[in-house]
């Protein structure tokens, strides 16, 4: 009786990698529809989304962005300043 016990445990066991497996698949689905509609695309059934047929949306300036950011938060954001390394580039090895 075991033995029986022991192939329903691994059968329970790979049911449940599976259900992971699909868990995953299920959200990287998701993300890739809100990310199509996000930038115009359509699904009108069939294999394919359909491409906006407008103007694509409007791109997101980092610049722009970045003096906007503060307003929305309500404070400063502090500037990356570069950091210069003081090590010899060395090339070829």
């Not at 359509?42 to 962005?65: D, F, M, Q, R």
């Amino acid at each position: 009786m075991s033995t029986s016990l022991e192939v329903i445990a691994a059968q329970r066991d790979q049911l449940a990698a599976k259900v992971r497996e699909l868990g995953v698949k299920l959200a990287r689905s998701q993300a890739a529809v809100e990310t199509l509609k996000r930038i115009g695309y359509t699904y009108e059934g069939g294999e394919l989304w359909k491409p906006p047929l407008s103007a694509p949306p409007e791109k997101v300036n980092i610049t722009t962005l970045r003096d906007e950011v503060p307003a929305m938060m309500g404070s400063e954001v502090p500037q990356a300043t570069p950091v210069k390394s003081k090590r010899p580039r060395i090339f070829g090895g």
